[in-house]
Structure formats: structure tokens, C-alpha cells
């Protein structure tokens, strides 16, 4: 007797196990070479289930550059601004200024950030998603 894989099937024909023996003396059982459990068997070979889309990773930081373009292409660098320029206390704006536009990288973790983009009336998930388009930017 010849001792290869065989994939245990389902009614279905999903491959629910995978398993050393002869498919020929397995009921229910397919030549399993190339097969995976949660495959479907389609008569002649496996076909893979579909996969789901990765979600995208949020980057902890981007550049300066990386962001005001992301903020200009979303058509929010002109409210970025507004929200700087209405800030009351002179001390916050400055520094607000210099996170603006003096810092290397734009950390998704900043105060600023997280106070500028609440300003707009940004959602978390919203400034995620400039953070996830300024990564891709290169100028």
C-alpha cells in the first residue's frame, strides 16, 4: 500500500482534514498533495478560498513634508491653518506653529495632532487614514 496525503471532505467538498493514508481506502477522501484544510475540492484540484483584504497599517509617523501634502491633497491644509491662526493663548499657538512646522516627522501619537484634527472635526479613523495616504506620498 502507497502512503501518501489524502483531504478528508465535507458534504460541502471544503477540506476539513488532512491526513497520511491512502485516498483510494478513505471514504470521503481526495488525493490530498496541494490541498489545505478550508480549500475546496472542485472535482479535479483545490481551489483556495478567497482572502480577506489586510487592513492597512496606520504608521506612527510620517514626514513633515508627508503630511502637510496628505493634509493639501485631502483639501484640509487651509483649516490646518485656520485652526493654528484661531488658537487664543500665544504660548499654545507657537507651539502649535512649531508642530506644525518645524518637527521632522508628524507622530500619530501627538497632542497636537490630536487636538488639531478634533479642531476639524476629524475622526480618529480619518486622521488614521491621512496618516495611512501621507506614507505613500513621495516628493
Do not use: C
Not at 513633515?64 to 496628505?70: F, H, V
Not at 493654528?84 to 495632532?113: K, N
Not at 487636538?115 to 501621507?134: P, R, V
Amino acid at each position: 500500500m502507497t502512503m501518501t496525503t489524502a483531504a478528508i471532505l465535507d458534504a460541502a467538498g471544503v477540506v476539513i482534514n488532512i491526513i497520511v493514508a491512502d485516498p483510494a481506502e478513505v471514504p470521503g477522501s481526495v488525493p490530498g498533495e496541494g490541498g489545505a484544510i478550508g480549500d475546496t475540492w472542485d472535482g479535479s484540484g483545490f481551489v483556495r478560498p478567497p482572502q480577506p483584504e489586510a487592513e492597512p497599517v496606520v504608521p506612527e509617523s510620517v514626514t513633515r513634508a508627508q503630511g502637510k501634502a496628505a493634509l493639501v491633497q485631502a483639501g484640509l491644509w487651509a483649516g490646518v491653518l485656520a485652526y493654528v491662526a484661531g488658537i487664543a493663548d500665544p504660548t499654545q499657538q507657537a507651539l502649535a506653529e512649531i508642530a506644525l512646522h518645524d518637527t521632522l516627522e508628524w507622530r500619530r501619537d501627538s497632542p497636537f495632532l490630536a487636538a488639531a484634527a478634533a479642531g476639524l472635526g476629524l475622526t480618529s479613523a480619518q486622521l488614521d487614514a491621512l496618516f495611512i495616504s501621507a506614507v505613500e506620498i513621495v516628493l
